[in-house]
């Protein structure tokens, strides 16, 4: 019995995934929370998370370029992480690394996330680290430039 627990623990620690998270906080008493979890694989990043507090329906989500949630709006996050300067878009249809396009929250204000990134793979997790995760309170309209015009933030956090 022992023998194979410490055989499944190995098949575990070796097979895990890099992983980043962001633990999301409520930017001016939105009541917005939740928390991210960026997977890497060779081939794509799969995000995942939970997020609650929100109203019912599509809202932008976006990485951004600093790792900050503070002043006003958390203003000190910046706007999207785009390195490579293209114009914003529905993500993996001309977009850059900061569009995630919208997540959707229940009738009950939660929204759970599943997403398949495959602009992104493994190694783009190092560039993902210490920048922040934004929750706008209006859908992203893929057109909109340099933002898909989503409105204000409603939440934020540090991914480390």
Avoid: W
């Avoid at 190995?10 to 997977?39: D, N, R």
């Avoid at 929250?105 to 493994?122: E, H, R, Y």
């Avoid at 783009?124 to 933030?153: K, Y």
């Amino acid at each position: 019995m022992r023998r194979s627990y410490i055989l499944s623990f190995l098949v575990v620690a070796v097979c895990a995934q890099p992983t980043l998270e962001a633990p999301l906080a409520p930017v001016s008493l939105s009541g917005v929370m939740g928390k991210v979890v960026f997977i890497g694989y060779p081939d794509r990043v799969e995000v995942r998370g939970t997020i609650s507090g929100l109203t019912p329906g599509a809202h932008g989500f976006h990485i951004h370029e600093i790792g900050d949630c503070g002043g006003q709006g958390a203003v000190a996050a910046g706007g999207h992480f785009n390195p490579s300067e293209q114009l914003h878009g529905r993500p993996s249809v001309h977009s850059h690394m900061g569009d995630l396009g919208n997540i959707k929250a229940n009738d009950q204000g939660v929204a759970v996330i599943n997403k398949n990134l495959t602009m992104l793979a493994q190694d783009d997790l190092i560039a993902l680290e210490g920048r922040s995760v934004i929750v706008h309170a209006a859908p992203d309209d893929f057109f909109s430039q340099p933002t898909g015009d989503s409105g204000t933030r409603v939440a934020c956090g540090v991914i480390q």
